[in-house]
């Protein structure tokens, strides 16, 4: 009996706000809302911005004045929807009007002779240049007198031709939460992704991790570029070429595997699997794969799928933007006709565009294996049936499509109606766009769409494009995508996508329903979240709502079971309840256990069957079976 993986809770950040409860996904579809919602999501998002904060049991503005939650949108909306979604760049990245770079200058006398200055000895370059002539004037200051040209490099700043991305919310500091001992803004945005994620489940964390043995628990997750931020890879590269000194951090900080090493060392303890892989823009679904892949095995019951990014430095957009990837103000001049960029519109998946929106932010999703998500009476989010992962084969340019995207979604769309049925695939069934934005994108990935729709007889087939709201976030897209997919479920929300007027005319859209606006739908029972990343990494995942999940189910457990889940469930709920209502007021108490619940080696208990932890209630036991045992 294979294990069906059960999303039971899911957390994280990105441009639209916070991941659990929906609060992004509510922000996007925020004219969609009943008033209720409305005001839980600009009041979620007012203390996210550090706009207003709860204090003494109220919620109080900058000068300290209380502020009633239903006086938030009108004081501090606009500045609420200004700073959330995909925006020109903030200075808390760098100018991108007067980006620093260093400019390339020749130097000749004015007499057409040699060149003289003074300098401190301790400046001199190491060997000294051949034609230097050096005068010592004094103990520290010495002359120099250069007789042919003299080539030096001096900081200057230019106008960045790429002025927009999908930013964390502005005002939002995740280092201010913990004692984040200058760690990369990715690895930041990690720790809050995770504790948001494990909260969100409403599980009691210490009763999860001793439910099961301590090597059936595992971690999921990287990042792409690494952490190109000052305090990872970035200060590393940058440092000596700036006459600074590489710190002791930056190159460990800095590796793509630190996103799994920090959710194990400092909010879960977890000793089990540790699992780093990157795929480009699949890479959230590469990680999920393996989680999937894992528990389906009964290798892993307990799986944390995370990914993430926060890339928007000048390096990064200028590596993008001169493959001609990234949409520019030309680029998008052109489009429009006007003179006036509008920065919330750089990105439009399916319409004339022409490049991506870089973007930022984590994704952590808590999977459990069926049995165990009853057992613990966890919050049914939903279920990933499975993920697939194909290449293009043989390529001519590494960057261009080919046909591994068909497989991976030709396997999804079939699997979903094996399991599913026909009736479900074709009337409750939606596309979670891969959607880059770029030219070629629109017309590859809606061809693979259209001959699909033809197979499989489906007829107006609803695709979203999170990116066009939060950018491309790269590592962690993939997840963007399962958080909409789960808002989608809850709320019977479609997103349009509103930063295009039309579709593009060479869009094959003949079988898709692509529209411009956001839309009630009827129930959905399967999402399919879709990746076609750089090099040929491609994925897709085949994701059941709640309620088919629980149809499933209900084959394999009895009414008994269903109602002993239920009573558990309710006290689960009211957890989740009580995290959300404090989340919503700014009170996330981010799980970070530096040095806490340390493992004592020398205690550890071993024999020939099993290991036993100090910490861990269960043993893992070292060889259940043989699995080659035919061959003995």
């Known amino acids: 009996m294979t294990a069906l993986p059960i999303i039971v809770g899911m957390g994280g950040i990105n441009a639209a706000g916070r991941t659990s409860f929906h609060q992004g996904f509510k922000r996007i579809v925020l004219d969609k809302l009943d008033q209720k919602s409305r005001q839980e999501t600009f009041v979620g998002l007012a203390t996210l911005m550090n706009l207003v904060t709860y204090h003494e049991g109220k919620l109080v503005d900058v000068q300290g004045d209380e502020v009633a939650k239903s006086d938030i949108e009108t004081r501090f909306g606009d500045a609420i929807l200004a700073g959330t979604l995909i925006r020109k760049i903030e200075k808390n990245h760098f100018d991108v009007d007067a980006t620093p770079w260093q400019q390339k200058l020749t130097m000749n006398s004015n007499d057409g002779k040699e060149i003289v200055f003074s300098c401190r000895k301790r400046d001199l370059p190491e060997p000294l240049p051949a034609c230097w002539q050096v005068t010592e004037l004094d103990n520290k200051t010495v002359e120099v007198v250069i007789r042919e040209q003299l080539e030096v490099k001096h900081l200057s700043h230019r106008d960045n031709p790429i002025k927009a991305a999908g930013q964390l919310p502005s005002g939002f500091e995740p280092a201010t939460m913990y004692n984040s001992r200058y760690q990369p803004r990715g690895l930041q945005a990690t720790i809050f992704a995770a504790t948001d994620a494990i909260r969100s489940t409403g599980l009691p964390w210490d009763k999860v991790m001793n439910s099961v043995r301590p090597d059936q628990i595992g971690t999921y997750s990287a990042s792409v570029a690494g952490q190109m931020n000052e305090e990872g890879l970035g200060g590393l590269v940058r440092s000596r070429l700036r006459g600074d000194r590489v710190s002791t951090k930056q190159l460990a900080l800095g590796l793509n595997t630190m996103s799994t090493d920090f959710i194990n060392a400092y909010v879960t303890g977890s000793v089990g699997t540790a699992f780093s892989t990157s795929g480009a823009c699949a890479t959230f679904l590469y990680n999920l794969r393996a989680a999937v892949n894992d528990i389906q095995a009964g290798r892993t019951r307990v799986a944390i799928v995370a990914s993430s990014e926060c890339a928007i430095t000048p390096e990064i957009i200028e590596g993008f933007g001169n493959m001609g990837a990234l949409a520019n103000e030309e680029g998008l001049r052109k489009l429009d006709n006007t003179d006036t960029v509008d920065y919330r519109k750089t990105s439009r998946p399916f319409g004339e565009n022409c490049g991506f929106t870089i973007g930022e932010g984590a994704q952590v999703a808590i999977l459990m294996d069926d049995a165990l998500a009853l057992e613990l009476g966890a919050q049914i989010m939903g279920s990933v049936a499975d993920v697939f992962v194909n290449a293009d084969g043989v390529k001519k340019s590494i960057t261009a499509p080919g046909p591994g995207n068909y497989i991976t979604m030709a396997k999804s769309v079939a699997l979903a109606q094996e399991i599913a049925g026909k009736e479900a695939l074709a009337k409750r069934s939606f596309i979670l766009a891969h959607g880059s934005s770029t030219p070629q994108n629109r017309v590859t990935e809606s061809l693979i769409y259209h001959k699909l729709a033809e197979t499989f007889s489906i007829n107006g087939w609803k695709v979203a494009a999170p990116k066009a709201y939060v950018g491309h976030t790269i590592a962690p897209a993939s997840g963007d995508q399962l958080a909409m997919a789960l808002g989608v479920f809850e709320y019977n929300i479609m997103p349009g996508i509103t930063t295009i007027d039309a579709v593009a005319e060479d869009v094959h859209s003949e079988h898709l329903d692509i529209r411009t606006e956001h839309y009630q739908c009827d129930e959905m029972d399967i999402a399919f979240i879709n990746s076609k990343g750089f090099g040929g990494n491609n994925a897709t995942a085949t994701v059941f709502s709640p309620k088919l999940t629980k149809q499933l189910l ?79």
């Open 554 to 632: 209900s084959k394999r457990y009895s009414a008994q079971q269903f109602a002993d889940y239920q009573h558990k469930l309710g006290e689960t709920q009211a957890r989740q309840s009580s995290y959300q209502q404090a989340a919503d007021l700014g009170q996330y108490q981010l799980i970070y256990r530096f040095g806490e619940g340390m493992v004592d080696e020398s205690a550890l208990t071993l024999s020939e069957q099993e290991l036993t932890i100090p910490g861990f209630e269960q043993a893992i036991k070292l060889c259940e079976h043989n699995p080659y045992s035919d061959l003995l």
